[in-house]
C-alpha cells in the first residue's frame, strides 16, 4: 500500500462530489438546497457527539486521572481561541477562500462570492476537524493501511454532494485544504513514528468533536461561531494532556 494513497482518494472523491452536488444544486429551489444544509448540520452534530464522548476514554482517565479530562478540554478550547482569535484565523481562512474564489471562477457578485467562502470555510472545517481526518492520516504514514482514510473519503464524498449542491464550488476549493492537513499528518507520522499516545488522541478527538459542534451551530444558522479561530485548540489538547500528566 502507497503512503498517501488514502489522501489522494479522499482529494478526488470530495472534487467528484463536489461536481455532482453544484450540477444537483442549480436544479434545487433555494428552500430544498436550504433544508439539505439543515439536514447537513444535524448529520455533523451526530458526529460531533460521537466523537466528544472520546473525553470518557479510559487511557485518558488512567493518565491524567478521572477529573482532569473536562479541564483539559476547557483549557484547549480557551486557550486555542486565544491564540487563533489573536492570530486572527478565521478572517485568514475566509480571505484564503476569497482569493480562491476570485482566481477560480472570477466572480464578483458579493452574493455569489459570500456563499463561495461560507462553502470553502464550512466543509474544510467538516473534511478536516473530523477523527477519521487525524486518525486515518496517523495510520496512512505509519504504514499500518489507509482503510480509514477510504472509508472518510466515501463520506466525504457524500458529504461534498450536499454541501455542494447548497454552497456550490467552494466546496471543491476544500480539496486543496484535505490535501494540506492529511498530506501533513500523514508525513509527520510516516517521519516520526507513532509520536501521540491513546490519551493524547483521545484528548485530541474529543476536542475536535466540539469543533464540529460549533460547525453544526453554523450549518443550522443558530450561531457564526468562529471555529477556525478555536482549531489551535487541536495541538493545545495533546500538550495539555501529557503536562498533566507529567504533573500528577
Known sequence: MIVGSGTAVNVLTVLAGSAIGVLAGNRLPARTRDLVTDALGLVTLLIAGLSAVAVNDPALAAKVGPHAPLLIVLGSLVIGGIIGSMLRLEQRVEAL??????????????????????GFVTASLVFCTGPLTILGSLS??????????????????????????????GVAATALTVLTVQGSLTALAALLGDFLSDAELAALTTTGGLLLVGVALRLLALKQVKVADLLPALVI??????AIAHWN
Do not use: C, M, N
Open 140 to 169: 496512512d504514514g505509519l504504514g499500518h493501511g489507509a482503510d480509514q482514510l477510504y472509508l472518510k473519503a466515501t463520506l466525504d464524498g457524500f458529504a461534498a454532494i450536499a454541501f455542494a449542491a447548497s454552497f456550490g464550488w
Open 237 to 242: 489538547a495533546p500538550v495539555l494532556t501529557t
Open 97 to 118: 477562500g476569497g482569493s480562491l474564489q476570485r482566481r477560480l471562477s472570477g466572480e464578483t457578485d458579493s452574493a455569489e462570492r459570500a456563499r463561495f467562502i461560507e
